[in-house]
Each structure stands twice: as structure tokens, then as C-alpha cells.
């Protein structure tokens, strides 16, 4: 069973930074696409940052310059570096991993994390 372990949540203030983990099961990691999602109260899941098997990355407008994805296949780890943290980047943020397209449209077969709660404090 392929599972996906996300930490590294938690409060901080305005401006402060947070290292979110995404442990993956097994040796399907290396081999698949990520993406770091979030997902506020009342509002749709959104895409934070995706990277390719290979280390290609892309960011959504809202986290450019801020937020940096990175994994580390020895060890089946993913990463999401976020600094300079707002407020509205109030969310659960998940993981998941799986093909490039389906990582960047959120649909078709994906394995998700449960999810870690980032709280930015004004």
C-alpha cells in the first residue's frame, strides 16, 4: 500500500517560514511527479507547486518568490520551503503524487497525504 506521510505544519507569524515534508512508502516516488496543494476553509483545493520526476518546477502566481518545492528521491521525500509566510496562506496543505498531467489538474489516479494545517498568525 503507497502512502504519503506530510509534517512539518504548524503556527507561525507573518513573515516567518515553515518546512513542510511529504515521507513517501515504497520505491514509486522517484518515478512519479509531486505537487504540494492547500486547500482554506470554504474554498476549493488549490495547486501551491509541482515538480517532475526529473526536478522541473512550477509555482502558482501566489506563492512565486515565496515558496520553494524540492525532493530528495534517496530518500522518497518531498519538500515545500515557505517563507515569508502571509496570513491568506492559511490552509491544509497536502501532498500527492502521480503523473505530471495529473498532478497539475488534480484528477485521475493520485496518491494524497492526509494533510498538515499551516496557521499564519497576523
Known amino acids: 500500500q503507497v502512502q504519503l506521510v506530510e509534517s512539518g505544519g504548524g503556527l507561525v507569524q507573518a513573515g516567518g517560514s515553515l518546512r513542510l515534508s511529504c515521507a513517501a512508502s515504497?520505491?514509486?516516488?522517484?518515478?512519479?511527479?509531486m505537487g504540494w496543494y492547500r486547500q482554506a476553509p470554504g474554498k476549493q483545493r488549490e495547486l501551491v507547486a509541482s515538480?517532475?520526476?526529473?526536478?522541473?518546477?512550477k509555482y502558482a502566481d501566489f506563492v512565486k518568490g515565496r515558496f520553494t518545492i524540492s525532493r530528495d528521491n534517496a530518500k522518497n521525500t518531498g519538500y515545500l520551503q515557505m517563507d515569508s509566510l502571509k496570513p491568506e496562506d492559511t490552509a491544509v496543505y497536502y501532498c500527492?503524487?502521480?503523473?505530471?498531467?495529473?498532478?497539475?489538474?488534480?484528477?485521475?489516479?493520485?496518491?494524497w497525504g492526509q494533510g498538515t494545517q499551516v496557521t499564519v498568525s497576523s
Open positions: 500527492a503524487t502521480g503523473g505530471y498531467l495529473e498532478i497539475l489538474i488534480m484528477r485521475g489516479r493520485m496518491t
Open positions: 515504497g520505491n514509486f516516488f522517484r518515478d512519479n511527479a
Open positions: 515538480i517532475t520526476s526529473g526536478g522541473r518546477t
